[in-house]
């Protein structure tokens, strides 16, 4: 081939190449972790490009998560001359956010139509609930919200579902009561942008037509946790049924990995793979099988741990890297000293092996194990950053400055109404709400436009309200981004409000970190005057009244994992605010709002620190770290308990293992509690049966024996839950008081304690750091066991026992 000799393809073992060069046509690499799928994708764009076979407007990609195709773009522009921001790369929900706000005319959307996350979607069905008396216990908002997002992804409206049972007919009903509520408001939830933009294709014509000449190649990648509405979403863009065959212009490369199907409860389809295979009649089946990420003790265990499931594509994995480290074992006491016995090798890896922070993960199954982990981190200054978990634009603060700033954009958002019509207090009450939707709902519009319907001085504090607002958006009109949030954050009445409350300066500091964020966002998506909008080919060009809004590309991340959270929330945002078809640019603020309502999580204040990466295993999909730790490896946790009812469901926990130990480059921990705090109760633990499955030779249990665990021995150094390791593993550590002060709050309902080691309230102690000091209480048990001891100048503290160093002083 002419372009064989192209520098970009230099490195590529056989398969690879033979995937990147593939000539047109549809096909299917299929590999395991680490084999360079992602790789090969990118490369191929560059490839097509570099070669003049695509036009940067002729190719689309699907990524699985927004940072993904952060790094895609990235690479991409570090290959190519081009300017590739206005490419269609992103997530299956940033590219029909994408496509909606160029169409949303078609699409039957106002023009500034916003994004419910998942926390507005909940609270929406809950107004609806209340609205039309919805019995809560027999119907709870949160699981009518996984039936309706149930149904859109499987491409079902409410006329669709065929509901034989009385509950269901109910469940049908809410639906399509919440769908009018929602089409009222001009608002759309994470499903809806899917399914809405397949409609679109599926029911336009032209715009089909348009969009299945342009994108000549489709490359997608972790196409097997793709579910049946992306699947037929992806064949509206790749061609047109004719009778019973699919005939399709473009290539369509798809990239997966059966053994990293881990969204089968989010209606992920391992099958998509076959259909694609039939359907699209693939020729090309390519597998790769050389695996450049980890030293091969951590691929040998991720092989072996694999193997025990069944129905596997079959794949094998080799490297011809060393075997490395050991997989290192850890076995800890309890949740708090799992995570300090984490920063702690964190150090290490950063002061004596030079690894840096950002090429360490953290990993763990459920959010909740998050915060012990974070709160050690946090104390002993470690910066780190959360994917998922409390997310910055989750926070109350953030999400009341953010409904301000969307009713400026669109007066009709009945929930950012209902958020901050009475905050700050503005004495609207209960009575005058329901005063205000009663009449919302009879004359059918939104609560905005029904407030001069209710009389009184109620009705006059509710215009008082909208009036405020219109002058918001007045002295905002043509002011930077900036300007508009540092406006709308004053005037509204939010900064003096938590000026006024007593932890209020936190809040504040978010409500700063939010112009921050904007800010960031204006220079990182170079929105505005760098923008630069791509050349077109003429073909590209759509019929005008298609063309009168400018897209957004944004992602989502992967839902969030079966515990604690509900549909968690999709990604940032990416690309440009420009139109790649128009080179329109759409308001700042619009933008921003979409973003805001798309970022998952990704800490604008952290980015591009040099920090700890933090993230459950579904968000680490894709990824890859020098070194991971995977905490909680326990039975019940590791695998999860929700899913070891069947096999289906442990072997779905096993293929989430593989994910986690496959990102590891060079080093990999893995470590289990014996006790862990969850959803405030302690529990006892057993190591996970997974630790079974792996080889014994690749691995290191470093867990010293637990000798003195549970009881404390006040003269033995760092105390009697170390025993063996002595006190040098605690010893250098001056922080430790502090640590505890933060388990000392939320860490609230341990058990009351008998005062088994010695320490008790009204006795004196000794501490290394803080001295003398008077103990006022002991709380929990063992290795849990707290005092609190007033140190005179060094002021109150709550101490671990287990781990600070407190002699009895008598
Ligand atoms: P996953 O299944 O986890 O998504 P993947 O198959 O997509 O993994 P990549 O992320 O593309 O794998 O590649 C894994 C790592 O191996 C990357 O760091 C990549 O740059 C590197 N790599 C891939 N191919 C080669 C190669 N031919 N030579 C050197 N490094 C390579
Ligand atoms: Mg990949």
């Known amino acids: 081939h002419p372009a064989s000799h192209s520098p970009l393809l230099t490195g590529l073992n056989d398969e690879q190449l033979a995937a990147v060069t593939l000539p047109a046509g549809h096909a299917l690499i299929l590999a395991g972790a680490g084999s360079g799928k992602t790789r090969v994708l990118t490369t191929r764009i560059a490839w097509l490009l570099q070669t003049g076979q695509a036009t940067p407007g002729s190719i689309m990609a699907v990524t699985f998560t927004n940072k993904a195709?952060?790094?895609?773009?990235?690479?991409?522009?570090?290959?190519?001359?081009?300017?590739?921001?206005?490419?269609?790369?992103?997530?299956?929900h940033g590219l029909c956010n994408r496509m909606l706000r160029a169409h949303y005319q078609v699409a039957k959307l106002p023009q500034a139509f916003q994004i419910l996350d998942t926390q507005d979607q909940l609270s929406a069905i809950k107004r609806l609930c209340k609205q039309f008396n919805v019995d809560d216990?027999?119907?709870p908002p949160k699981q009518l919200m996984y039936f309706i997002a149930g149904c859109k992804e499987e491409g079902m409206r409410p006329?669709?579902?065929?509901?034989?049972?009385?509950?269901?007919?109910?469940?049908?009903?809410?639906?399509?009561?919440?769908?009018?509520?929602?089409?009222?408001?001009?608002?759309?939830?994470?499903?809806?942008?899917?399914?809405?933009?397949?409609?679109?294709?599926?029911?336009?014509?032209?715009?089909?037509?348009?969009?299945?000449?342009?994108?000549?190649?489709?490359?997608?990648?972790?196409?097997?946790?793709?579910?049946?509405?992306?699947?037929?979403?992806?064949?509206?863009?790749?061609?047109?049924?004719?009778?019973?065959?699919?005939?399709?212009?473009?290539?369509?490369?798809?990239?997966?990995?059966?053994?990293?199907?881990?969204?089968?409860?989010?209606?992920?389809?391992?099958?998509?793979?076959?259909?694609?295979?039939?359907?699209?009649?693939?020729?090309?089946?390519?597998?790769l099988e050389q695996n450049y990420r980890s030293y091969s003790n951590i691929l040998d265990c991720a092989n072996a741990l694999i193997s025990h499931n069944s129905n596997r594509l079959g794949k094998n994995l080799r490297t011809t890297q060393g075997p490395g480290e050991p997989v290192r074992i850890y076995e800890a006491p309890s949740d708090l000293a799992e995570a300090s016995w984490m920063v702690d090798e964190i150090k290490q890896l950063v002061k004596n092996d030079g690894f840096t922070r950002q090429e360490i993960a953290v990993l763990y199954r459920s959010n909740a194990q998050s915060r012990v982990i974070e709160s050690a981190?946090?104390?002993?200054?470690?910066?780190?950053?959360?994917y998922g978990g409390l997310r910055f634009f989750e926070r109350a603060e953030i999400k009341h400055a953010l409904a301000y700033l969307r009713l400026l954009e669109n007066p009709h958002d009945d929930t950012s109404f209902m958020r901050v019509v009475n905050f700050p207090a503005r004495g609207i009450g209960a009575r005058t709400i329901e005063q205000l939707q009663d009449a919302a709902r009879s004359s059918g519009c939104s609560l905005s436009d029904a407030v001069t319907a209710v009389g009184g001085a109620a009705g006059t504090k509710l215009q008082g309200f909208v009036a405020q607002i219109d002058v918001l958006r007045e002295q905002t009109q043509g002011k930077t981004l900036r300007e508009i949030i540092e406006t709308v954050e004053e005037q509204s009445g939010l900064i003096e409000h938590y000026r006024n409350e007593k932890e209020g300066a936190d809040r504040i500091e978010n409500l700063q970190e939010l112009v921050t964020a904007a800010e960031s966002f204006v220079t990182q998506e170079g929105f505005g005057k760098d923008a630069v909008a791509l050349p077109l080919d003429a073909q590209e060009i759509l019929p005008a009244t298609n063309l009168t809004q400018s897209p957004v590309s944004q992602g989502l991340d992967p839902e969030a994992p079966l515990l604690d959270q509900p549909l968690q929330a999709p990604a940032g945002t990416l690309a440009s605010m420009v139109n790649a078809d128009t080179g329109e640019t759409m308001s700042p603020l619009a933008a921003f709002l979409s973003h805001a309502s798309l970022e998952a999580g990704d800490n604008q204040a952290q980015a591009g620190q040099d920090a700890v990466q933090l993230m459950t295993v579904h968000a680490s999909k894709g990824l890859e770290f020098d070194a991971v730790f995977i905490g909680g490896v326990e039975e019940g946790l590791f695998p999860h308990e929700n899913a070891m009812m069947d096999r289906g469901g442990l072997e779905e926990e096993r293929r989430l293992a593989y994910v986690a130990i496959t990102r590891a480059r060079k080093r990999l921990y893995l470590s289990h509690s014996q006790t862990r705090m969850l959803h405030g109760q302690t529990r006892y633990n057993v190591k996970s049966r997974f630790f079974d499955e792996l080889p014994e030779e690749a691995l290191k249990w470093i867990t010293p024996r637990q000798s003195g665990f549970g009881s404390f021995a006040p003269n033995s150094g760092a105390g009697g839950a170390y025993g063996s390791r002595g006190s040098g593993q605690f010893g250098s550590n001056s922080?430790?008081?502090?640590?505890?002060?933060?388990?000392?709050?939320?860490?609230?309902?341990?058990?009351?304690?008998?005062?088994?080691?010695?320490?008790?309230?009204?006795?004196?102690?000794?501490?290394?750091?803080f001295g003398e000091g008077k103990v006022l209480a002991v709380e929990g048990q063992g290795d849990d066991a707290r005092a609190q001891v007033s140190f005179g100048r060094h002021g109150t503290k709550w101490l671990a026992l287990a781990i600070a160093k407190l002699t009895v002083v008598e």
């Open 137 to 139: 216990e027999r119907f």
């Open 159 to 287: 006329g669709d579902v065929v509901a034989t049972d009385p509950d269901t007919r109910k469940k049908v009903e809410i639906y399509q009561l919440y769908e009018e509520q929602c089409q009222r408001e001009g608002v759309v939830d994470f499903g809806e942008l899917m399914l809405r933009s397949f409609e679109l294709l599926r029911d336009d014509v032209h715009l089909r037509q348009h969009y299945q000449r342009r994108f000549q190649h489709i490359l997608v990648d972790e196409f097997q946790d793709t579910n049946k509405l992306q699947y037929q979403w992806l064949k509206q863009l790749a061609g047109e049924a004719d009778g019973s065959r699919f005939v399709s212009q473009s290539s369509v490369i798809a990239v997966g990995d059966d053994d990293q199907s881990i969204y089968a409860f989010r209606g992920a389809r391992v099958g998509n793979m076959a259909d694609f295979i039939r359907e699209f009649e693939v020729k090309n089946q390519i597998k």
């Open 69 to 92: 195709a952060k790094e895609m773009l990235a690479r991409l522009s570090a290959m190519l001359p081009y300017n590739v921001r206005g490419m269609w790369i992103g997530t299956f």
């Open 735 to 769: 922080g430790w008081s502090n640590k505890t002060e933060v388990f000392a709050s939320p860490v609230v309902p341990r058990q009351k304690a008998e005062p088994s080691h010695g320490i008790k309230a009204g006795i004196t102690v000794f501490h290394n750091k």
């Open 377 to 386: 981190l946090f104390n002993s200054g470690i910066p780190y950053r959360v």
